[in-house]
């Protein structure tokens, strides 16, 4: 692992406010101490870690094979919801059309709703994740044709 992505590990560890991050995947285990008492569990994600987001309520994009879909990442672990409350309407459904800024869903984190925006403007194709579904570190949530 470079160092330049410990720095990103270290840098999320302090934002997300915990005493503790602990990251697996293969023969690379990272764990990070900053005192406190609120120990974090972070999961190898299914692919390679994507760059942490810049802040908390704003998603990663990146290139879904030659498809010409952009994949919108969760920026951290936590709970997906697609709406603002159980009883609310869904912020997006498959065929939407989303403007950039618009919000998508919501991921909880440490107890904290963290709205996630849409980086594009275009259409949603798929909506990768059910409802209430615990979401790790640079999973896809969405795909839009822009």
Not at 12 to 28: M, N
Not at 36 to 54: F, I, L, N, R, W
Not at 117 to 134: A, D, K, R
Request: proline share 7%.
């Amino acid at each position: 692992m470079k160092l330049d992505k410990v720095k990103e590990f270290v840098e999320y560890a302090k934002e997300a406010g915990v005493s503790e991050l602990k990251y697996e995947s293969g023969d690379v285990k990272i764990s990070v101490k900053l005192g406190g008492d609120t120990p974090v569990y972070m999961p190898a994600p299914a692919a390679a870690p994507q760059a942490a987001a810049s802040s908390a309520a704003s998603s990663a994009s990146a290139p879904a094979s030659q498809s010409g879909l952009l994949e919108v990442t969760s920026p951290f672990v936590g709970t997906f919801y697609r709406s603002s409350s159980p009883d609310a309407d869904p912020y997006v459904k498959p065929g939407d059309r989303v403007s950039k800024g618009q919000a998508m869903c919501i991921v909880e984190a440490m107890k904290i709703m963290n709205e996630i925006e849409s980086e594009v403007e275009g259409e949603i194709v798929e909506i990768c994740v059910e409802n209430e579904t615990y979401v790790e570190f640079g999973q896809v949530l969405f795909r839009i044709k822009p």
